[in-house]
């Protein structure tokens, strides 16, 4: 039996209210939902929160399992950008994007 993996990628707001963030995170979900996952790969959306320059902030992370490297990639990049389609149609201004990583 393959051992998973699992990536995760997050995504930093500034000036974004809970709201807006809660409204962006069912947006990607359900447009997710429509990317055909190969099998045995699940993603997963998490609402969080960070800290910088002395503030408290919202952030996205988005977590793909899978068996191998490729297929994590694949489907991260697909959620990666429909996260950036969605960012620009609802005019939500994004700090940063985390890079690839498998955790």
Not at 45 to 51: E, F, G, H, L, P
């Amino acid at each position: 039996m393959a051992t998973s993996k699992v990536s995760r990628r997050e995504c930093f707001f500034i000036k974004v209210s809970d709201r807006k963030v809660d409204y962006l995170m069912e947006k990607i979900k359900s447009a997710i939902s429509e990317i055909a996952l190969p099998p045995r790969c699940k993603i997963g959306i998490y609402r969080d929160v960070y800290s910088c320059c002395g503030g408290g902030y919202k952030s996205l992370v988005i977590e793909v399992t899978g068996s191998s490297e490729e297929e994590i990639k694949e489907v991260d990049l697909k959620a990666m950008a429909k996260l950036i389609e969605i960012c620009e149609k609802e005019n939500i201004e994004f700090h940063a994007l985390m890079p690839f990583e498998i955790i």
